[in-house]
């Protein structure tokens, strides 16, 4: 995917499939998955200035809500309106549980909404899942950001294994 400076004042996203003759559909869909405060603080600015302007980007929020009390402060604080709450989390889930309950979340989304493009930030199991099910259906996934690299797998962990997949599923 690449940005296009439109005007002063927008900006254009465009997944990549586009350039390539394909028409461009009047508004971009663009999906941004996660589930945690910081997360949440990371996006909220890009969802927000997508809504203000002209930007051709129709945004879709979809959370996990891996920290649900301090995500849920977030989201009212910057007054952003969830389109899908997937309210993966359960007590004594393992890692794999968690990956388990997103991915089954994740892909009934992105069949109902068919997203052009899928946004993640950080290092968390949500923001592999995002990158995962849209690789899956094809979908280009734009990372923001992901944290110092410590290149050891298992420290931090789960973060450092989450960072280095993600880094091979965004475009």
Request: glycine content about 6%.
């Amino acid at each position: 995917m690449f940005l296009r400076k439109m005007s002063n004042t927008e900006i254009g996203l465009y997944p990549l499939s586009y350039k390539r003759g394909k028409a461009m559909p009047d508004k971009i869909k663009a999906m941004f998955f996660f589930g945690t405060r910081p997360e949440a603080i990371k996006m909220a600015p890009i969802i927000k200035k997508i809504e203000e302007g002209n930007s051709g980007i129709e945004p879709r929020v979809v959370v996990t809500a891996q920290h649900r009390q301090m995500l849920d402060q977030v989201l009212d604080t910057f007054d952003i309106e969830v389109d899908y709450d997937l309210n993966i989390m359960r007590s004594n889930q393992s890692l794999s549980d968690i990956t388990e309950r997103a991915v089954q979340g994740f892909e009934k989304v992105i069949r109902e909404e068919d997203p052009h493009m899928i946004l993640v930030q950080g290092d968390t199991t949500t923001a592999f899942v995002g990158g995962l099910v849209a690789n899956y259906h094809k979908i280009p996934v734009g990372h923001v950001e992901a944290g110092l690299r410590s290149f050891d797998k298992f420290n931090p962990f789960p973060e450092e294994i989450n960072r280095k997949l993600i880094s091979v599923l965004t475009d």
